[in-house]
């Protein structure tokens, strides 16, 4: 019997999983280095879907010592509908969900405090955890926004013909035949769209920023006080042909594609 490989991942989302990774890993607070390894394991802890980096305790410029054990709370969410509910960046890092110690980092730029934790698992032992937000990063010598880059993670733009139009409770904000399709792995299908081909005197910017580790720092546009699309204005260089193209929420807009409604994912992002 064949077997379809996403549920299979999806199997291991109780476990604590762990990968190595060859790059060259820097984390920095105030341009000063904190740690600098080519050592670094790229980990999931139980029941989250976006990984942290791991690096080896004796590649840490500064001291670690116990951190206050914080009730951090969770939110589970669900990514797509028909997958189990995970824990996203929206769930801070210090809700851990497997076994272990958490760590202050005293660095010569103050303390972070609970940005570290030491996982009680064997495979993992001398290495600590670190929170994504409580430094600047570098893989090589570029920086990362969001979180480490999963390598079983694939983001394909491809250019289409397809017929897309939006709409909002019956007034159509964007129409077009040129759109841009994301396919991204647990995502639904996106649509990116020229400006030109966008109703843009139909809604204002917001304030809302956020930042994709694939894609870059995105900007908002909202109508009626909720955002309902997005761009990046400069996305990192995976994703330049992004730029300056509008992505509505197929969550908070109707959308047909080539005549045929899309019905509204269920997402972290629905209304």
């Known amino acids: 019997m064949a077997v379809q490989m996403f549920p299979q991942f999806m199997r291991l989302l109780d476990e604590l999983r762990f990968e190595p990774t060859g790059k060259r890993i820097r984390a920095l607070v105030d341009g000063g ?50 997958l189990p509910t995970v824990l996203t960046p929206s769930t801070a890092f210090g809700a851990h969900t497997t076994p272990g110690e958490p760590l202050t980092v005293r660095t010569p730029g103050g303390d972070r405090v609970g940005a570290g934790f030491r996982p009680a698992d064997p495979d993992l032992d001398g290495f600590v955890l670190l929170d994504f937000d409580a430094f600047d990063w570098l893989e090589e010598d570029d920086a990362i926004v969001s979180h480490p880059r999963d390598p079983f993670h694939r ?65 908002y546009l909202a109508r009626g006080g909720t955002d309902l699309a997005w761009s990046y204005e400069a996305p990192l260089p995976d994703a330049g042909e992004l730029a300056g193209l509008v992505c509505f929420f197929d969550e908070r807009v109707d959308v047909t594609v080539d005549g045929v409604k899309r019905p509204r994912p269920v997402t972290p992002w629905s209304d």
């Open 155 to 219: 983001v394909d733009v491809r250019h289409g013909s397809r017929h897309v139009r939006v709409e909002r409770d019956g007034q159509v904000l964007a129409e077009s035949t040129r759109p841009v399709l994301v396919f991204e792995t647990s995502l639904p299908m996106r649509t990116y769209l020229a400006r030109d081909d966008v109703r843009l005197d139909l809604l204002e910017p917001s304030s809302t920023r956020t930042a994709c580790a694939y894609k870059g720092v995105a900007s």
């Open 33 to 82: 280095t904190v740690v600098d390894t080519t050592h670094a394991m790229i980990v999931w802890e139980p029941r989250r879907v976006v990984p942290t980096y791991a690096v080896p305790v004796a590649d840490v410029r500064g001291e670690l010592v116990a951190a206050p054990v914080e009730d951090v709370p969770r939110r589970p969410e669900r990514l797509r509908e028909g």
